[in-house]
């Protein structure tokens, strides 16, 4: 009978330090609050940024070859990895199909297409 009890007295004793240890290593929730707040403030100033960079693009008069006319072999040819979005739009012209997923294919007119990686950056083509 003493045994039991020693031993339920040793197994209280030991959760009530794990407990205690547990709880020093959590937040609390002030700092629960405070993080938030941070991460508030960051997202707030990051929709700034945004929203700048999208009026900057959205102003921005892009020449684009209509999509009637299929591009030229030398305009494909002039494609290199790595190039923007905003680039392969000035070469090209608009596409005529987009499939975006974790890549992104832009199709052109006679079976050409471009993939763009999750950078959105080139990262091959097939000539029509």
Request: charged share 20%; net charge positive; aromatic share 8%.
């Amino acid at each position: 009978m003493f045994t039991r009890r020693l031993l339920f007295l040793t197994g209280g004793i030991l959760f009530a330090v794990v407990g205690m240890k547990a709880d020093q290593t959590t937040p609390g929730t002030s700092e629960l609050l405070r993080r938030v707040d941070v991460l508030d403030a960051m997202v707030a100033s990051l929709q700034k940024r945004v929203d700048t960079l999208e009026r900057q693009v959205g102003s921005q008069k892009v020449a684009t070859v209509s999509s009637a006319v299929p591009a030229s072999k030398a305009a494909w040819r002039s494609l290199s990895k790595g190039m923007s979005m905003l680039d392969v739009r000035r070469i090209l012209g608009e596409p005529d199909a987009v499939q975006a997923g974790a890549l992104t294919t832009w199709s052109y007119k006679g079976g050409g297409y471009v993939m763009f990686n999750y950078s959105d950056r080139v990262s091959g083509w097939s000539e029509p």
